[in-house]
């Protein structure tokens, strides 16, 4: 059994910052792709930054600049840094990751944390 567990989420002021980090445990062999996903009330979930084991990024064009997302591998850990946050960039933020256990390919999320971005 593997499990994700997010923290930093909260409520920011339009412009500020936040940091989202998310931790993987259980019985890991290794963990492909760690990302972030995101849902807004009424949209569908959509992937904000994605990154590979050996730290290519992918990014969605609406947080390029904004946005960056590391991993240290050692730790299991992967992190969301958010800057210059819009009050579009408000929803549920999930993480991700392809995660090898026992022989199989799990495709694990997180509980998901919430970002709002409010004056």
């Known amino acids: 059994q593997v499990q994700l567990v997010e923290s930093g989420g909260g409520l920011v002021q339009p412009g500020g910052s936040l940091r989202l980090s998310c931790t993987a445990s259980?019985?890991?062999?290794?963990?492909?792709?760690m990302g972030w996903y995101r849902q807004a009330p009424g949209k569908q979930r959509e992937l904000v930054a994605d990154?590979?084991?050996?730290?290519?990024?992918t990014y969605a064009d609406s947080v390029k600049g904004r946005f960056t997302i590391a991993r240290d591998n050692a730790k299991r850990t992967v992190s969301l840094q958010m800057n210059s946050l819009k009050p579009e960039d408000t929803a549920v933020y999930y993480c991700?990751?392809?995660?090898?256990?026992?022989?199989?390919?799990?495709?694990?999320w997180g509980q998901g944390t919430q970002v709002t971005v409010s004056s």
């Open positions: 259980g019985i890991i062999f290794s963990i492909n792709d």
């Open positions: 990154i590979t084991s050996s730290g290519l990024t």
């Open positions: 991700h990751a392809n995660i090898v256990s026992r022989g199989f390919l799990v495709d694990s």
